[in-house]
């Protein structure tokens, strides 16, 4: 992880007067080894191979420490679960496109369409803060074969529901 990001965590444990434990610094390294997009859950699965004694709620609140601290944020990449995202430090107001079927992700950035953005929201008299926009579509697959690859596969990664 970036000396940053480090930086960033490490001022807001000060600020708040909490602690530097070894099982957070491992659950941050956990985080920030890939740029994918998680759930707590699959999280708590990566954390557990370093640590197996680590516990679940040890991995949840530390994801909520985490977002207040502006490391990471919280999206919605449908489905019923939360996802995080470690990237808007390197990307910020990236959006997503999401495939319907596979739950597939492409991140993007576009700056004319973030100018929109905020032109927007000047025009109701409010400053533009943060957005991230959620695209719903036909993956490529999807779109050329009607089937997306290993969609079983994907679904269940995912945990989304099969559908039949
Ligand atoms: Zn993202
Ligand atoms: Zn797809």
Do not use: W
């Amino acid at each position: 992880m970036s000396e940053k990001r480090q930086q960033q965590l490490d001022e807001f444990i000060t600020r708040r007067g909490l602690r530097r434990t070894p099982q957070r610094q491992k659950i941050i390294d956990a985080i920030f080894v890939s740029d994918e997009h998680f759930t707590a859950e699959e999280l708590y699965e990566r954390v557990r191979k370093s640590d197996s004694k680590i516990s679940r709620a040890t991995v949840y609140r530390s994801l909520t420490l985490f977002v207040e601290a502006g490391l990471l944020r919280e999206i919605d990449l449908g489905g019923d679960r939360t996802h995080y995202d470690p990237n808007f430090d390197d990307k910020p107001g990236h959006g997503h496109i999401i495939c319907v079927d596979c739950g597939k992700v492409i991140e993007f950035s576009d700056e004319e369409l973030s100018q929109m953005e905020d032109g927007i929201v000047l025009k109701h008299g409010f400053k533009p803060l943060r957005s991230t926009l959620r695209i719903e579509a036909k993956c490529d697959a999807l779109r050329k074969s009607g089937m997306c690859p290993d969609l079983i596969k994907a679904r269940m990664a995912k945990k989304l529901p099969i559908r039949s």
